[in-house]
């Protein structure tokens, strides 16, 4: 079955500090994997897309990574900001075109 | 802002009824991707359209259906309204379809609640 869970569901981090967020998925074939900010009712905003032969993108103060292998992707966040606060999703695309969406990590950027 | 608009905002239907959602993509771009996203959840792909042809599906029944005009703007319908039919529904459009490594770009999204 073509999943894509996104850990930690929620995250909390003081204004300035770094933080990770995981993806992992089980779509198969895979075709790309792209990450979204998504801020409160506004509709999603690429940050990265990622194909199967890049290990790593950056984007500001944002930087993907990917491992085919292992079927896992991280987003980590540099320095974070207030306005970093949002829920980010990975999604991943098969070969057939269909997207699979995470349910996201809401991030909370406290001062 | 993405350029890209939908329309309504937000809309309420009963049960049984029919709506269509519209979008207009940003200038240039002739690929259309809608999403449904439920509450506290991530979009689910429902269909793509590319040059007003389908081009892939998620798995959503066939009540609900679009359409891509030749001005590349799209509708969604949705066929005999079900409560979980209740989300926001999200337009994407693209420069090309994912294939090619296109940047979608969200339009701000339609709520529909079905009562």
């Known amino acids: 079955k073509n999943q894509v869970e996104q850990s930690p569901q929620s995250l909390i981090i003081l204004e300035g500090k770094n933080c990770t967020l995981q993806c992992n998925y089980t779509v198969s074939p895979f075709s790309n994997l792209r990450w979204y900010k998504q801020d409160t009712g506004r509709g999603p905003v690429s940050l990265t897309i990622m194909t199967f032969s890049e290990n790593t993108k950056s984007n500001g103060r944002y930087t993907a990574t990917l491992d085919a292998d292992t079927k896992q992707s991280s987003l980590h966040i540099t320095a974070s900001q207030l306005s970093d606060s949002a829920s980010y999703i990975c999604v991943v695309r098969n070969t057939g075109n269909q997207f699979y969406f995470g349910t996201g990590t809401s991030l909370t950027v406290i001062p | 802002e993405t350029g890209v608009t939908q329309s309504p905002t937000h809309l309420i239907k009963t049960r049984g009824q029919q709506v269509t959602l519209r979008c207009s993509s940003q200038s240039g771009h002739n690929t259309v991707s809608w999403y449904q996203q439920a509450l506290g959840q991530g979009p689910q792909f429902i269909f793509q359209y590319y040059r007003e042809e389908e081009n892939g599906r998620g798995n959503f029944p066939p009540r609900f259906s679009g359409l891509q005009f030749p001005n590349y703007s799209s509708e969604l319908n949705v066929n005999a309204l079900e409560l979980d039919d209740s989300a926001l529904y999200l337009c994407?459009?693209?420069?090309?379809?994912?294939?090619?490594?296109?940047?979608?770009?969200f339009g701000p999204g339609t709520r529909l609640l079905v009562l």
């Open positions: 994407a459009s693209s420069l090309a379809p994912q294939a090619m490594g296109g940047t979608q770009y």
